[in-house]
């Protein structure tokens, strides 16, 4: 059986300096700690390498940045859905705007990864995408328009059509789908904002991962996802 | 301004010796007599490097196999959509099985392909990504199990709730796309029975371009089109 | 039998709006003058869809952009050798650098290439790189630091160091390969300091293409040529 | 510092089930005692997810089967060779026939790898490709004929001349690097042959990953190794 979480802060390390090793310890005690104080679900993102290490904490959610739509065989240097599930994650990113996927692919690594009860989040980067993205059923969808990632410019400001597009098309296509939103989120009111468009959660990286006191920031952000 | 024929016959040249060079001008001649005759679309998808040639004969509609998503400028190698449109395609396959495309791209290609009054014809695999192909709104779409394509085991016998269901879910998410079907299609029988199950047409290859007698098949197709 | 020239002018239309359709055909007229009152060899390569027409004008050796690691068969959508031959070019440009290909399909590529009598190019984007490509044996390799790429600096200037590491570095592992360079070159005298460095010629594109005067830099570039 | 060890026998665990997890843990203490006692080197290239926890035994060398040509930064989903190397790892497979690189991509992950320290060990697929490879300077390059993979067929009886002409072009083109092979290798005889033709070490998976007994055979290689 597989929890999905609601309001949800997924917070994604990428391949950045502040988020690899020791350092993504540090960061995943951070989070426990805010997770604790607010009862907000704040999941994590790590590299492969970096996910027993945090899964075996036993405290947050864990998520893959990415599995390959593979099955166990001879695929030396590929992501095998049941080696990150073995390693201790809960589900896996699908389709990050860094590492985009082919429609069929999506449709299989979706599919496979729900035979495996891990949770999927497939990634869109405008509302006809989420539409395509939600046949597909997928448990989350994350919209995140490409352009403004890394930013600081919040999606829920500069694009709030995007959102409330994508949350409607998703509505039409397949209701069960749950939406995140991501992209320029480095602040509590970001995140309160993305809810109110309609969205249940928020997919982060650098706003968490590269700010000076990413605890302090994270604190906020489960604030802000609270105070909707 | 662009037309969208149905029923169509559409034939997929590959990269089959049959559909190289002269032999796709035989091919050419012989499928616009058929099409003379019966009054049913045929169009041809051949090489990129036969498509201005057999676009200037000025009779069929022809279609590229693929472009890539890309404007005029530094990409060499790829397929610029304006390229294929001047040499005298009048639309192009997308995400074809053997040429399968990233989500965002195939989005990027289907609005691109718009803007230049070029078709598209967006091919998939299963109904579930038929529902997301259809939230991509392209002109056509064309459902293709890989399994069975160049099996001579029509999709219509082996699979008919692929298509079917393939008709329902675009039905539902965006009705004005045109259903065609593919895999396995030798005989004119099998095309009245794509059109029974919903479709409006085939997507046809080795059916057609590898057959001892392709003048004749093309012709049982079309009466086949004709008789439902 | 396989031609191969020296000094060689490769000029790479990309998908320049200014190298697609009728524009790629004026651009093949005005090179065939330059050509022939310099006698100096000036290839084109040009869009798959404009092989054809610029190859039946029966005047200069006409290059592919890519080819595809393929045989004749099921791969829809891909540039197969044989296509591009029967179209009339004569050879194929290799892993230009906005067209990188593994290591393994250039292997495949020169080879089919060669079985086909058609002419290698593989563009190589520094010395260690040149000196791998060189042991594929390729007719030409084309050294093009990727930086300097449609910048007007001059490789001969900005990287000297890289084109004679790359011609001595060829020499030490296969003397038969040609070598070309490219990336910045916009003038006569650039040609010339290219040839200078020990190549035999030149790969150009934005320099060319997106001249104000194509035919007269061109007449410019061959009179670089011919007077080292 | 690192470290060449020869004779090398390189166990790749690919995605295999009998490879993932708690089985990869029990595959690592079986080779520890099999290196122990016979004093043979014996690597292991886990899964990413496994590495840190194989790695932390502290006894065998823990390569990557695959690492990305990037740098820290915004690259979600792929795998940066600095996080390999604070997992654990001591170096990476390179251009396996499974997950084959662009040459560009090769000759930069080489030289990151180096930078940090990593040992690289470049899979090739014949005799050419191991000249080319070489030209990049890794530590190490392991032939493998793709058709002989999991074949049980070993490489040095099938195809010996390819062994033998890898490690005559390594030699002409750079003699520093150590040539290993792989393929087909189930027995100790087959490695012995592999040392014979002039390699310094196999590179394996299923004839150890999933053989009956992985533990004698691992020993019978390791004897086999010994005994030329």
């Not at 540090?26 to 104080?37: F, H, Q």
């Not at 809960?90 to 069929?104: C, D, F, P, Q, Y």
């Not at 990413?214 to 105070?227: C, H, M």
Request: hydrophobic content about 40%; some cysteine; proline content about 5%.
């Amino acid at each position: 059986m597989k929890t999905l979480w609601t309001p949800l802060i997924l917070v994604n390390f990428k391949t950045y300096t502040e988020g690899t090793g020791e350092k993504a310890l540090r960061l995943a005690e951070n989070a426990e700690k805010v997770s604790d104080k607010t009862d907000v679900c704040i999941a994590l993102a790590p590299q492969y390498t970096d996910i027993r290490r945090l899964a075996q904490r036993g405290s947050l959610p864990i998520f893959a940045q990415h599995v390959d739509p593979i099955q166990a065989g001879s695929f030396t240097g590929y992501v095998l859905p049941d080696a990150v599930k073995s390693a201790g994650a809960i589900g896996t990113l699908v389709n990050h705007s860094e590492r985009r996927v082919k429609l069929a692919d999506i449709d299989a690594v979706v599919k496979r990864v729900r035979q495996l009860d891990l949770v999927s989040v497939v990634c869109t980067n405008n509302s006809h995408v989420s539409g395509a993205a939600a046949a597909l059923n997928p448990d989350y969808l994350a919209i995140e328009p490409p352009e403004l990632i890394g930013t600081g410019i919040p999606v829920s400001k500069a694009k709030p059509e995007i959102v409330t597009d994508s949350v409607k098309l998703t509505q039409n296509v397949n209701p069960e789908v749950i939406v995140l939103c991501g992209a320029g989120i480095t602040k509590g009111d970001d995140v309160t904002a993305a809810l109110k468009l309609g969205t249940q959660g928020v997919l982060v990286a650098s706003g968490i991962v590269k700010a000076k006191n990413p605890d302090k920031v994270l604190l906020e952000f489960a604030e802000g996802a609270t105070s909707v």
